[in-house]
């Protein structure tokens, strides 16, 4: 079998493009990237999370997480207080501008993306939103490596197509 022919191949594959092109709309029209804007909506939907949280949910590194939020920070879009519980933890907030701009973002890539989820009807468009969530789910549970623990429901956060 040809490696385009395979599920998880083609998955990662258009996963890859959508990511790379999100990262491009995002930069030109609001001058933040998709690891920015991933971490924007993390707080948004979770706010006062420390940075280890974050990676973990992100499935990145705590350096990368680091660097990201001082860039946001530097943009006025976030803001980091040490926990007075705990010294060494930092807990971070979105600020009323950083709130803004995610939601802007939200709405660019579903601009952007409308196009693409044109292509499938209403019932594939369902279909796809629940296969995704049940994948969601499986690869996020418990105890599985990265697992990402979201505290939400997936077709919430990742719209497609039309909202009803």
Same mark, same amino acid.
């Given at each position: 079998?040809? %490696?385009? @022919?395979? /599920?998880? &191949?083609?998955?990662? +594959?258009?996963?890859?493009?959508?990511?790379?092109?999100? =990262?491009?709309?995002?930069?030109?029209?609001?001058? /933040?990237?998709?690891?920015? &804007?991933?971490?924007?909506?993390?707080? +948004?939907?979770? %706010?006062?999370?420390?940075?280890?949280?974050?990676?973990?949910?992100? *499935?990145?590194?705590?350096?990368?997480?680091?660097?990201? !939020?001082?860039?946001?920070?530097?943009? $006025?879009?976030?803001?980091?207080?040490?926990?007075?519980?705990?010294?060494?933890? +930092?807990?971070?907030?979105?600020?009323?501008? $950083?709130?803004?701009?995610?939601?802007?973002?939200? =709405? !660019?890539?579903?601009? +952007?993306?409308?196009?693409? #989820?044109?292509?499938?009807?209403?019932?594939?468009?369902?279909?796809?939103?629940?296969?995704?969530?049940?994948? @969601?789910? &499986? !690869?996020?549970?418990?105890?599985? %490596?990265?697992?990402?623990? @979201? %505290? #939400? =429901?997936?077709?919430?956060? &990742?719209?497609? *197509?039309?909202?009803?």
């Amino acid at each position: 079998m040809k %490696p385009e @022919h395979s /599920i998880g &191949y083609l998955l990662q +594959h258009v996963a890859g493009v959508l990511l790379g092109q999100s =990262d491009q709309v995002l930069q030109e029209r609001l001058g /933040i990237g998709m690891s920015q &804007y991933k971490i924007l909506m993390m707080l +948004h939907v979770m %706010p006062n999370v420390d940075q280890r949280k974050l990676a973990d949910c992100l *499935g990145q590194t705590e350096a990368s997480i680091s660097r990201q !939020v001082k860039l946001l920070q530097q943009k $006025g879009l976030l803001a980091t207080r040490v926990d007075p519980a705990e010294r060494r933890r +930092h807990l971070t907030t979105p600020t009323a501008k $950083g709130i803004k701009i995610t939601e802007a973002a939200r =709405d !660019v890539l579903d601009q +952007h993306q409308a196009p693409l #989820f044109a292509t499938l009807n209403e019932k594939q468009q369902q279909q796809l939103k629940e296969m995704l969530t049940i994948l @969601h789910s &499986y !690869v996020c549970a418990p105890g599985r %490596p990265m697992a990402c623990d @979201h %505290p #939400f =429901d997936l077709a919430d956060v &990742y719209t497609i *197509g039309k909202e009803s």
